[in-house]
Nanobody, 119 residues
Framework: QVQLVESGGGLVHTGGSLTLSCVASGNIISANVMGWYRQAPGTERELVAARSTGGSTDYGDSAKGRFIISRNNTRHTVNLQMNSLKPEDTAVYFC?????????????WGQGTQVTVSS
């Protein structure tokens, strides 16, 4: 099992910035992916950004050019710096950890942290 604890959500005005943090603990596999997804009411969960221990990075379209993902492989942490926030960024943000196990990815999710951007 892997446990994830998120922090850093909150309320911010349009154009502001927030940084989300997530720390993983438990049965961490050295080769893994950590990242962030988000889900707004009535929508599907979508990728914000993800980064592997090897440095491969993937951003969702909504995050490109505004958000920056970083991680510390030794401390098993991942951060998401969000800049130029817009009301449409309002959502619950979930931290993801996953690693390859046998023949499939094994996913673990945090409890979610609310980000609200006021207009």
């Amino acid at each position: 099992q892997v446990q994830l604890v998120e922090s850093g959500g909150g309320l911010v005005h349009t154009g502001g910035s927030l940084t989300l943090s997530c720390v993983a603990s438990g049965n961490i596999i050295s080769a893994n992916v950590m990242g962030w997804y988000r889900q707004a009411p009535g929508t599907e969960r979508e990728l914000v950004a993800a980064r592997s221990t090897g440095g491969s990075t993937d951003y969702g379209d909504s995050a490109k050019g505004r958000f920056i993902i970083s991680r510390n492989n030794t401390r098993h942490t991942v951060n998401l710096q969000m800049n130029s926030l817009k009301p449409e960024d309002t959502a619950v943000y979930f931290c993801l950890y996953k690693h390859w196990h046998s023949t499939t990815w094994r996913d673990y999710w945090g409890q979610g942290t609310q980000v609200t951007v006021s207009s």
